[in-house]
């Protein structure tokens, strides 16, 4: 199914013989979310000053630094279709109009390429800090590579802590070291995706509830038979409305959503399976090829991110710093990654609840 296509979605039937599947009880690992706005407050990422004497006293007093440096100016990435990209220099403090600035274009577009920079951790985690509250290094991953975190095994299209009541709200990439141009991330636009849906189909999936469980097999969709009870999950509407801007999202993902409640299994992963051919078409999917010095910031509600297998690729050293207000200890506290389950479940193994022996 074409981005542009809104598709003939299949009418769910209620007259099957078999009961409709639903999410198990909750658990201590279970993350509810009611309404699509719950718990997702976040620092205004984008809003815009209505103080318009603090705003002018700003501009006047930053005159000269800006003549010096620029504002910060942004230009559409050639042939992707959202994202915008700069090469203002953000290891200098940023301040009130260029932060004005950077916010805008990242309320508009989602996603900033900034190009040709070279930040500490600290630094980026300043540039970031336009957007929000940046959780402070070592409460969450500071870095990824092809030998360390996440390895080199593709990832499937995905959001990171869906599976708890509060997603992280901005993600950063920095690439530290990496081969020119031989490896990339791609990324899926759910408010795109969302406009492409009927009015009828939108205003349903608003009320359906969508399952988000947090997958120890990463590289795939691998759905487990029966569902983990000791595997952190959330449950909120499958189209919500952005927490700042108000716009629709389409937010189910590949990796991490396992089902859609109130219908059956079979008609779940039919529907599901139609909203990631929105998701996933090529003409809504940007793929970012890795320069040394590119930093990429996006927003993790609005947009989904995976990556291809890297095997063969030399080098992939990118520095990671985000915006959130909770890092995964604070959200899943009874999450053990040592659990012998867990491990049965990265092998593959499907986990049974009542004769598990792993």
């Known amino acids: 199914m074409g981005a542009g296509d809104?598709?003939?979605?299949?009418?769910?039937?209620s007259s099957r013989s078999t009961r409709p599947t639903s999410p198990p009880a909750a658990s201590c690992a279970t993350r509810r979310m009611r309404g699509d706005r719950a718990r997702f407050t976040c620092r205004s990422i984008c809003s815009l000053s209505s103080d318009s004497?603090?705003?002018?006293r700003s501009i006047i007093s930053s005159q000269n630094r800006r003549e010096e440096m620029g504002m910060p100016g942004f230009a559409p990435i050639v042939g992707a279709p959202f994202g915008v990209e700069s090469d203002f220099d953000l290891s200098r403090p940023i301040d009130a109009v260029e932060g004005y600035a950077i916010?805008?274009?990242f309320a508009e577009h989602k996603l900033l390429v900034f190009r040709n920079q070279n930040l500490s951790q600290d630094e980026q985690a300043r540039a970031l800090g336009t957007l929000g509250d940046v959780l402070p290094a070592g409460r969450e991953v500071g870095e990824v590579s092809v030998d360390g975190t996440l390895g080199s095994s593709a990832l499937a299209f995905h959001s990171d802590l869906i599976f708890t009541e509060e997603p992280i709200k901005v993600l950063s990439l920095h690439a530290i070291d990496v081969?020119?141009?031989e490896t990339v991330t791609r990324f899926a636009n759910g408010i795109a995706a969302a406009r492409h849906l009927s009015p009828a189909l939108r205003?349903?999936?608003?009320?359906?509830?969508?399952?988000?469980?947090?997958?120890?097999?990463?590289?795939?969709?691998?759905?487990?038979?029966?569902?983990?009870?000791?595997?952190p999950r959330a449950e909120r509407p499958a189209l919500i409305a952005h927490p700042a801007t108000g716009e629709p999202i389409l937010y189910v993902t590949e990796m991490q959503t396992v089902r859609l409640g109130g219908m059956y299994e079979a008609d779940s992963d039919e529907l599901l399976h139609l909203l990631f051919g929105l998701l996933y078409a090529p003409a809504n999917i940007y793929e970012h090829r890795w320069r040394r010095g590119d930093l990429v910031i996006w927003d993790n509600l609005a947009l989904q991110h995976g990556r291809p297998d890297l095997a063969g690729v030399a080098r992939r050293r990118l520095q990671r710093a985000c915006v959130a207000d909770h890092d995964f200890a604070e959200?899943?506290?009874?999450?053990?990654?040592?659990?012998?389950?867990?491990?049965?479940?990265?092998?593959?193994?499907d986990y049974t609840a009542d004769t598990a022996t792993y």
């Open 6 to 13: 809104t598709g003939s979605y299949p009418n769910i039937s």
């Open 53 to 56: 004497t603090s705003l002018s």
């Open 103 to 105: 916010r805008r274009a």
């Open 179 to 181: 081969a020119e141009g």
């Open 203 to 231: 205003d349903r999936l608003s009320q359906t509830p969508a399952l988000a469980l947090m997958s120890i097999v990463q590289s795939r969709r691998a759905i487990p038979v029966v569902i983990p009870d000791i595997l």
């Open 331 to 349: 959200l899943c506290p009874d999450f053990n990654s040592s659990d012998p389950r867990v491990k049965a479940l990265g092998r593959g193994e």
